[in-house]
């Protein structure tokens, strides 16, 4: 048999056999959220938005399914598999209007030491925030200077510089919302980001 | 005619425009090897080990014994199983404004995600999409399979 007709009857085989090109599985999310995707082709959409709703595409269309964790494993197992550690989150608290931790932050940062240790190839990412005392401009180098001495005393105790970034986000994305000038200590911190 | 001269000035406007993913970019970076894993840039293939970091355009392709976990910036977990090519075709985000976009190509195997910060800020401004479907997420972990042996 030549190459054409051999890949000829390989096609009539698989369209015999209903065959699946492609397929898409909505997992639960981690954190239990509720989460949707949409798929979309040249003649429309499915949305997936329940756990293990599916759809698969044969013969040119895709089609809604219910798929199921044994499903999921046998299929995907290997992909699964190889998922990265999810990104740890940390948040660490300032005393008013300054850069010095308060005593429970301090002791944490052991914590954050040892996290970034263990991880293979990690990244910080060091985030300032400020309360909304003073004004933006102010708030915006505050946090800036926060996330950096943050991100000295990790260098000092032993953290590559070269695998971290500080960013300061100011008052914009306060930890519990208040109007302009409250002295709200919840916000005065340094959010840490292990991935 | 007049189109090709659009699309090639469109083209054109992507790799010169501030702000936008170009080719080169730092995306993300490899934390999980296993088996056969190789990146290809600019036309040429290297062997992907654990610390690697992952730039915009990188074609990510495992062997039959491979699979690869990549964490993007914005802490979107990508991984791949055996017989894959994922293509980070386009990524930006700015740490301090949290703002972003991602494009990522399925071509062939299997791939699982677990968006991040781009998807649950702006989620209109990602997209998955295999050979045939554009995947839109609303904060979201799925998989997606492709088969065939597209290399392309």
Redesign the interface.
Known sequence: MNKAKLSLALAGLLVLAG????????????NG?S????????KGEVL?DKPYAAVK?SL?A?TGYQSSPDE?KA?????????????ASYVLYFEAGGNVLTPESQSALTTIRQEIAE???S?V?V?GHTDRVGSVEDNDRLSQKRAEGLRDLLVESGVPAEKM?A???GERDPLVPTADEVDEPKNRRVEI?V? | MIKTHWAALCVLAATIAPGMAAAGDAAG????V?GTVSIERNGKRQTAG??MPVEVADRIRTGADG?????LRD?T?L????N?LVVIEKFAFD??TQDGHMSVGIRR????V?SGKIAKRTPESVDFH???????????????????DRDE
């Open positions: 065959c699946t090109t492609e397929r898409v599985v909505l997992l639960p999310s981690a959220a989460s949707a995707v949409v798929v979309r082709d040249a997936l595409r040119d895709n999921v299929r995907f197992a290997g992909a699964l598999a190889a998922q990265p550690a999810r990104p991880r293979a190839a990244e990412m985030i970034e960013v300061g986000r980001s991935r | 970076m490899v934390k999980v296993k654990v610390g699979s690869v976990g990549v964490t802490n977990l991984s791949a199983g055996p894959s740490n301090t195997g299997t791939l699982s677990a295999t050979p045939t479907s554009v995947l839109g997420v609303r904060g979201t972990e799925f998989v997606v399979e492709v088969a065939g």
